[in-house]
């Protein structure tokens, strides 16, 4: 037996659900943050003097995080930078997170930032074993140090580049090894509520405009200050933000 359980309903190959016509379809919407979680993220910055970055060692995510330390100057951010050919190992995740748990307090939490290669643009790249479990074992051993540790996390944001097709929107180049990712983050999600974890999609281009990455950097920081984190994934497009949705779907007549 197959269950999906969404919220406090159970979903199941079950005959009467079959014959009744419900089919959950996943879906992309164009959605605006609420009045009240945009107003809170503004003024949320001077409680979180703590940040910690897990990045690669490329353009995109160096000056992405630069924006991000500008608009945030009261904010301590610990850079931990990596590549593909030296990927972190599991004790390095463990000793970066406990250097930054004895400096936090537990009311206000640290920002966790884990940037995933931002300037991907190979089309019909073949993807090597070892390149495509990275991601997520880059993002394990994280969520293993953090929970081990007993981190007090204010948001974990994880950024991805191409992990998802928005179809009304779609030029952007997509990433096998990033698209794992997807599941993963919403299992931490349900697993983990107390990691507060929020993934984003962004667009993966080799060349950002500086006023194009300060207002990415902006939209980053409104999904990781504002007090609602209800959505399953957020992808942002030519600066519009999109989320993850299910919704009902009539069954197709025999």
């Not at 359980?5 to 919407?29: A, H, M």
């Not at 300037?119 to 969520?143: A, E, I, K, W, Y």
């Not at 990415?216 to 007090?227: F, G, I, K, M, R």
Request: aromatic share 6%; with cysteine; net charge negative.
């Amino acid at each position: 037996q197959c269950c999906l359980t969404v919220k406090d309903l159970v979903f199941s190959r079950q005959k009467e659900i079959v014959s009744s016509g419900l089919l959950l379809e996943p879906y992309w919407e164009e959605s605006r943050q609420s009045e009240a979680d945009l107003s809170s993220s503004q003024g949320s910055e001077p409680s979180k003097r703590l940040g910690l970055a897990f990045l690669q060692s490329e353009t995109v995510s160096l000056h992405l995080l630069e924006q991000v330390q500008k608009q945030l100057p009261s904010m301590n951010i610990s850079a931990c930078q990596y590549n593909e050919e030296q990927p972190m190992k599991e004790h390095e995740y463990m000793e970066a997170v406990s250097e930054v748990t004895k400096m936090v307090s537990t009311q206000d939490g640290v920002l966790v930032m884990y940037f995933l290669k931002l300037d991907h643009d190979q089309v019909n790249q073949v993807d090597s074993l070892d390149r495509l479990t990275q991601p997520c074992l880059g993002l394990l051993f994280l969520v293993k140090a953090l929970l081990h540790h007993g981190c007090p996390v204010s948001r974990l944001l994880v950024v991805t580049s191409g992990s998802a097709r928005v179809p009304s929107t779609e030029s952007c180049v997509l990433s096998l090894a990033q698209s794992s990712l997807i599941g993963l983050c919403r299992a931490i999600k349900v697993e983990c509520p107390d990691l507060s974890l929020c993934h984003v999609d962004v667009e993966s281009r080799k060349i950002y405009q500086e006023s194009e990455l300060f207002e990415l950097a902006q939209q980053l920081l409104s999904e990781a200050n504002a007090p609602n984190n209800s959505e399953l994934g957020i992808a942002i497009r030519h600066g519009v933000r999109y989320a993850w949705r299910l919704r009902e779907k009539e069954l197709p007549s025999i």
